[in-house]
C-alpha cells in the first residue's frame, strides 16, 4: 500500500465510486468516498443534485476520516453533474483548501461536459493536476474502462 497517495470521490449512483476503486488498486493506495448528511435518493435527490450544482452550493457531507495533508498526491474523483463538478466534492475541496500537496482528477459522466468540470477542480484546488481523465458512464457499467484507468495512472 503507498501511504504517499489517497483516491477520494464522491459518487451519487456508484459509477465514480468504480472507478475510484480501480484508480486506487492500480495505484496501490488508500481510497475515501464522501458521504452526503442527507439523503439523494430518487427524483428529489437528482434534482437537488443538479440545484446544487447549478447554484454552486455547498452542500453538508460526512466528516472524513483521512487527513490529505498528510498525502503527496490526493487523486480527486467526481461525476459530472449540470456540467459542473458534483457538490459534495466541492466541500470536501472547500474544507480542505490549502492542504493538498499534488492532485489529480478524474470525472464520470454520460456526456461530454468532462472538460470543464475537470477544470473546475483543478481552479477550486488552485494548482495544476498532474493528470486528468474523463471516463464514460456507459463504458463503466460495461466494464470497459480498464484501460482507461491504465493510462490515467500511469500519467500519474
Same mark, same amino acid.
Given at each position: 500500500?503507498? !501511504?504517499? @497517495?489517497?483516491?477520494?470521490?464522491?459518487? =451519487?449512483? &456508484?459509477?465514480?465510486?468504480?472507478?475510484? /476503486?480501480?484508480? *486506487?488498486? #492500480?495505484?496501490?493506495?488508500?481510497?475515501?468516498?464522501?458521504?452526503?448528511?442527507? !439523503?439523494? @435518493?430518487?427524483?428529489?435527490?437528482?434534482? =437537488?443534485? &443538479?440545484?446544487?450544482?447549478?447554484?454552486? /452550493?455547498?452542500? *453538508?457531507? #460526512?466528516?472524513?476520516?483521512?487527513?490529505?495533508?498528510?498525502?503527496?498526491?490526493?487523486?480527486?474523483?467526481?461525476?459530472?453533474?449540470?456540467?459542473?463538478?458534483?457538490?459534495?466534492?466541492?466541500?470536501?475541496?472547500?474544507?480542505?483548501?490549502?492542504?493538498?500537496?499534488?492532485?489529480?482528477?478524474?470525472?464520470?459522466?454520460?456526456?461530454?461536459?468532462?472538460?470543464?468540470?475537470?477544470?473546475?477542480?483543478?481552479?477550486?484546488?488552485?494548482?495544476?493536476?498532474?493528470?486528468?481523465?474523463?471516463?464514460?458512464?456507459?463504458?463503466?457499467?460495461?466494464?470497459?474502462?480498464?484501460?482507461?484507468?491504465?493510462?490515467?495512472?500511469?500519467?500519474?
Amino acid at each position: 500500500m503507498d !501511504s504517499n @497517495r489517497l483516491v477520494v470521490y464522491y459518487s =451519487r449512483g &456508484g459509477v465514480t465510486r468504480q472507478v475510484a /476503486e480501480m484508480v *486506487a488498486a #492500480r495505484l496501490k493506495c488508500e481510497v475515501e468516498g464522501i458521504q452526503d448528511v442527507r !439523503s439523494r @435518493r430518487g427524483l428529489f435527490g437528482w434534482l =437537488r443534485s &443538479g440545484r446544487e450544482a447549478v447554484r454552486r /452550493e455547498l452542500p *453538508a457531507i #460526512r466528516p472524513t476520516l483521512k487527513d490529505p495533508g498528510e498525502y503527496e498526491l490526493v487523486v480527486l474523483g467526481s461525476p459530472v453533474w449540470a456540467g459542473t463538478v458534483a457538490s459534495p466534492l466541492r466541500t470536501y475541496i472547500a474544507q480542505n483548501q490549502g492542504r493538498f500537496k499534488r492532485i489529480a482528477v478524474f470525472a464520470t459522466c454520460g456526456g461530454v461536459d468532462a472538460d470543464r468540470a475537470l477544470q473546475e477542480i483543478a481552479e477550486l484546488c488552485g494548482q495544476r493536476p498532474l493528470a486528468t481523465r474523463a471516463f464514460r458512464n456507459r463504458e463503466v457499467r460495461a466494464g470497459t474502462f480498464a484501460s482507461t484507468v491504465e493510462e490515467f495512472a500511469a500519467a500519474i
